[in-house]
């Protein structure tokens, strides 16, 4: 079945650590999108790639950044997590005909000890 | 991107039809809206979308009345499996656009045997 993959489902990393998440989708889907949810709270928006082409949202971080190296895979790059991004961060990807029908991997849970 | 309200909270029985309303008082003419469906520690899925009238898929229904300022998702029959969070997302969905999901609070619903 035609899907979105994130891999680790759960990552631990220490203060200031670098971390990277990872998604993949097998849908040819152009455009892919990086959400962070926290605890009780709606998913937010951090950034997203219309093909090689990154938009990034106004109030994300700098110590956020993402990589897109092919169509299929979408890398996230926390470069020194504090203990406030911990959080689960959702993937999600969507043609841009219809950008509003999204589709969400199952996240990964950040830890930061 | 028009704000959206939707209730917090609401509890229902199984067998019961669920309809949840929202209120997007400032759409735009070329806004659209969507609704997704989030379970526990799963990304959100997309349930169903329109622009007005009433449009029906086969997992629910979405009612549009004529001066948009509002929309109701309609579940018929619920059982407990449909115990989740759902968002109402209100953006323009034209061809060319990214869209951009900005999630308001989401409405909890809680479905009792």
């Known amino acids: 079945d035609a899907m979105v993959i994130q891999n680790p489902r759960y990552q631990v990393t220490q203060f200031g650590k670098p971390v990277t998440l990872s998604c993949s989708q097998t849908l040819n889907h152009n455009v892919m999108y990086w959400y962070q949810q926290k605890s009780s709270q709606a998913p937010k928006l951090l950034f997203h790639y219309y093909d090689k082409d990154f938009n990034n949202e106004a109030d994300t971080p700098d110590n956020f950044q993402s990589r897109r190296p092919n169509t299929s895979f979408c890398f996230l790059d926390i470069r020194s997590p504090g203990l406030g991004d911990a959080a689960m961060y959702l993937c999600?990807?969507?043609?841009?005909?219809?950008?509003?029908?999204?589709?969400f991997g199952p996240g990964t849970r950040l830890t930061v000890t | 991107l028009a704000k959206t309200t939707q209730p917090i909270s609401m509890d229902s029985y199984e067998g019961q039809e669920v309809n949840i309303t929202c209120s997007h008082n400032n759409i735009a003419t070329n806004d659209y809206i969507t609704w997704y469906q989030q379970f526990p520690s799963q990304g959100p899925r997309f349930i169903i979308q329109g622009y007005k009238t009433k449009v029906t898929n086969e997992v629910a229904s979405l009612f549009i009345p004529a001066d948009r300022k509002s929309s109701t998702l309609s579940l018929p029959r619920v059982s407990l499996s449909d115990t989740a969070v759902y968002y109402c997302?209100?953006?323009?969905?034209?061809?060319?656009?990214?869209?951009?999901?900005?999630f308001g609070q989401g409405t909890t619903l809680q479905v009792k045997p």
């Open positions: 997302l209100v953006g323009e969905a034209r061809s060319g656009n990214t869209g951009k999901l900005i």
């Open positions: 999600a990807t969507s043609n841009l005909g219809s950008s509003y029908e999204q589709y």
